[in-house]
Every structure is written in C-alpha cells, then in structure tokens.
C-alpha cells in the first residue's frame, strides 16, 4: 500500500513517523522548501505557542532544550525539522512541490503537482492544516498604502522597524504577540482593535538549567507525563464552562472581568478592552504582558472599525488619519480552507467542493462520504481550540491506522457512509447551540453560521476513536497493481 500525505507540518510529520513503523509506504508533499508548516510560515516578532511546550511535543520525541514554558517559534520550527531528520522522514519529503489535485481513477489516486507530475497511490491524507491559507480583510484603498503591508504570516523581516510607526489590525493571537514584542522593543505601535479579546494572562518563565537536567530523568519525565495526563483531566472537568450554560460559565466570566480590573486600573480603557461576548466564543489569547504593553506611551489602542487605508496611514471609523510606515494584517486564515485550492476528485467526477457547497464537514474529522481512501487530519469539527495538536493527532492517527490495517487485509477502499456522517454531524451541530462557540461571530463559523468544532471534552474525543466499526463505512473494489498499470 502506498500512501500520499499533503503537507510535512506536525500532521504530516506525526503521520509519517505512525507509517513508517505499520511499514507502510509514503510520500509527503511539501509546497515550502522545508518541514514545519505553519511554524515555517510565521515568523512574525513574539511568536510563541500558546500551550504549555511540553504538551506541545510528540510524546515519542521529547527534549529537553526548550528556552520557555510556552516555547517561541523559532524552537518549535527547529524541533519540527530536527524530528523529521532524526525520525529518517526528511528523505520521504518532496519539497517545493505543491499538489494541485487528487483524483480517484481505477479504484486508485492519481496525485498531481503543480509541475504537471502525476504519480498514483493507494491513499491520500490531505495533512494540510487549517492556520495555512492567509485572510485579509477588504478596506477600501489598501493597494495605495505607500509604506510596507503583509500580513503576519509572511513577515517582511529586510524592513528595518527602528524609529517606524507601525500599525497592527487584527486581535486574535497573532495581533496580541506582535503588539507585545514590538511595544516591549519601543515602537511606535497603534493597534487597531475593533472588537477587544479576553485575554488570558499567563507568565512565560525561562526553563531552569536545572529543569531541563531533571528531565533527563526518566522515571522523572514518566512523572511529568503522569502529572500532566491528570491535569488534562481536572482541565475536562474545569472547563465544562464552555461547553454547557449554569455557574461555572458565570464564575469563569467573573474571573475574566477580575483580572482586567486587576491589569487595567483606568476605567476608561477598561471599558474599550472588555469584550461584549462572553469568554470562549472565540479563542483566547494568551499573554504574559498584552495589559501592560498597551498602557506604555509608545502604544496606543485605537477602537472602533477601519473606514479605509490612504497613502499615508489608516482612517479609524471616527474619520481620524493615523499615519503609518508599517501595517501588519494580523487577521487570521481561511479555517475552512484545508486542501484547498487543491482539487479533489472522486469516484463518478464528484468533487469536494461540491460535497462542501453549502458547507464544510466530514466523519469523525478524518472522512468523508464518496471519497474512498482519502482521509483528513484535523479536519471539520476536530477540537482545534480545546485540545492540543499531538494530543489530537494521537487520536485521529491511531484511528486512521486501524482503518489502513482493514484497507491491507481485504484489498478494498473505505470511506464513511452518507448514514454514519450524518449521525456523525447531527450529534455535533445539536450539541453546539449549548455551547460559547455558538454566542459569537468566530473563525470557526462556517457560511451557514453553524461553528465548525468539537463541543464536547478531550475525553470523548478519544473514545469516539476507540473501536472501528466497520459498519460505518462503504466499500469499493480497486484495481489490481496489473491492471492499474495497463489502464495507464
């Protein structure tokens, strides 16, 4: 069995490592020109993960020379590329090699590059991530900006910042780390804010020397791991307050509103950095410093809407010209993008793009119906804001391999049934409208305002993968290797 896996980033990564040792063959395709995905693309001033770097890492490749306890960037590019070279996946990676469509042919996938080579194989995973395909917001005038514009994703690191006034739009984690970095470094900073995030303050302490040498130790790290799987635990139960209405809910927004009152002593800003939706509806930041950066003299909060972008700055919704040298669109991507542009073709000339025209969706976040063999990571209503990544991708791979372990023995291709996903999908959105996914314009919200998540606890997660049923899934014939052949 041969296997194609779109994207060399964390997915495709943690994939590989799982195939090598199920000795299954495969090909990563990787349109850059190194492993990381995302962590390859953002390099923007401040980055760093916004989990706790211990529950960052694959469990099978721990180290021990993280700089901090939520890691920057630089460390997490640097680890990903690292495990690829010491796991032996990096040969397995066709770099600068974008795949532009996949189609189901003879009971197999032709996989096609954007250099016009086809190759064929047994199954694609479209590993493609969903912080990939950068959004920009639509102001008028945004071409006639005569200073530098990028978006954060595609930092433009020969700009020279020194005595610059930079602006950053955008409020999500992105926007909250640069405003950090660069009010820390003594910028001129303006920061456009047109709807304030809750903010979680959380300190990012260097790692001891004397850290790392314990972890060094394995019955040591063998407690760590112990420590953390029960936190992760307590974490299910403590958070439950996203998930279901009552005090908890209550509790959590009070504590929110503490600490503002705690970090902002002037009511005035205060007011202008509460947020009006309750904590959780959209993803929350974390920051160490965000609260005191924007009280510095060189930072200035600007709140309200943008009216338009002119050569010389932005016009805030007041009418008001704030002249700028730098812009920086920190304003998030296209979610619901996954392998797209991609072009996925499958059986009879159905496409994925019709599957997904009154929305995106899947099975489990790993299938979809009429498209045999071809799987997702961390696709529609996976749990990318309540669960770390590896944790997620220890689930959905160790599920797609007992789907892989049934394609070897009977020599036939799978995908979920129309029936399954529907039961799949309908127990999702029922579940949704209980939960602060559902109480706010978000990034997981798809065209029909249906939030595109997983609404319930990491716990069940996992258990929805615990056992195959094969009953879930259709089956179609493929060709045999000699036949596939001869029909090329």
Avoid at 52 to 77: C, D, L, M, Q, V
Avoid at 264 to 278: S, V
Wanted: neutral net charge; contains cysteine.
């Amino acid at each position: 069995m041969k296997v194609a896996i779109i994207g060399a980033g964390m997915s495709g990564l943690f994939l590989g490592y799982h195939l090598d040792r199920a000795g299954i063959a495969y090909t990563i395709y990787e349109k850059r020109p190194a492993a990381g995905g995302t962590w390859h693309d953002n390099t923007y001033p401040g980055l760093h993960v916004d989990v706790i770097t211990r529950s960052y890492e694959f469990p099978f490749a721990r180290k021990t020379w993280w700089s901090r306890r939520y890691a920057p960037g630089t460390e997490i590019r640097r680890y990903l590329v690292g495990f690829a070279d010491e796991a032996g996946i990096t040969p397995r990676i066709r770099f600068d090699t974008e795949v532009t469509s996949a189609t189901y042919r003879d009971g197999r996938w032709d996989v096609t590059d954007a250099g016009g080579t086809t190759e064929t194989y047994d199954v694609v995973v479209a590993a493609t991530g969903f912080l990939r395909v950068p959004r920009l917001p639509r102001l008028p005038g945004m071409d006639s900006f005569a200073g530098t514009a990028f978006h954060s994703s595609a930092w433009d690191h020969s700009v020279p910042l020194a005595g610059k006034r930079i602006g950053v739009v955008g409020t999500g984690s992105s926007g909250i780390q640069i405003v950090s970095e660069m009010g820390n470094r003594g910028h001129q900073v303006r920061h456009f804010v047109r709807t304030p995030q809750w903010i979680i303050v959380k300190p990012n302490p260097r790692i001891s020397m004397v850290e790392r040498l314990l972890l060094r130790v394995p019955a040591l790290v063998r407690y760590w791991d112990w420590r953390m799987s029960r936190l992760r635990l307590k974490t299910d139960g403590t958070e439950t307050w996203r998930l279901v209405p009552g005090t908890d809910r209550e509790t959590m927004t009070e504590q929110f509103h503490r600490v503002l009152r705690e970090q902002i002593p002037d009511e005035r800003l205060r007011a202008k950095l509460t947020p009006t939706e309750p904590p959780g509806c959209k993803r929350i930041p974390k920051s160490p410093d965000y609260y005191q950066v924007v009280q510095r003299d060189n930072v200035e909060c600007v709140f309200g809407g943008i009216q338009r972008v002119e050569p010389e700055g932005i016009v805030d919704e007041s009418g008001t010209l704030h002249p700028l040298d730098v812009i920086v669109y920190a304003t998030g991507f296209d979610t619901h993008a996954y392998m797209r542009p991609m072009n996925v073709t499958g059986p009879d000339g159905v496409t994925v793009d019709q599957l997904w025209s009154e929305g995106v969706y899947s099975y489990r976040g790993v299938g979809l119906p009429g498209m045999p063999n071809f799987f997702l990571l961390n696709g529609p209503f996976a749990p990318v804001n309540s669960v770390a990544v590896p944790t997620c991708l220890r689930d959905e791979v160790g599920y797609l391999l007992k789907i892989f372990d049934v394609i070897r023995t009977t020599g036939r291709a799978l995908a979920p049934t129309e029936r399954a996903t529907k039961e799949f999908c309908d127990r999702i959105r029922a579940a949704l409208p209980g939960t602060t996914y559902s109480l706010c314009d978000n990034w997981y919200t798809d065209q029909a305002g249906t939030p595109i998540i997983w609404p319930f606890t990491r716990q069940e997660h996992a258990d929805q993968y615990a056992a195959l049923d094969i009953a879930d899934f259709d089956t179609y014939p493929v060709a045999t290797s000699a036949a596939a052949g001869e029909a090329r």
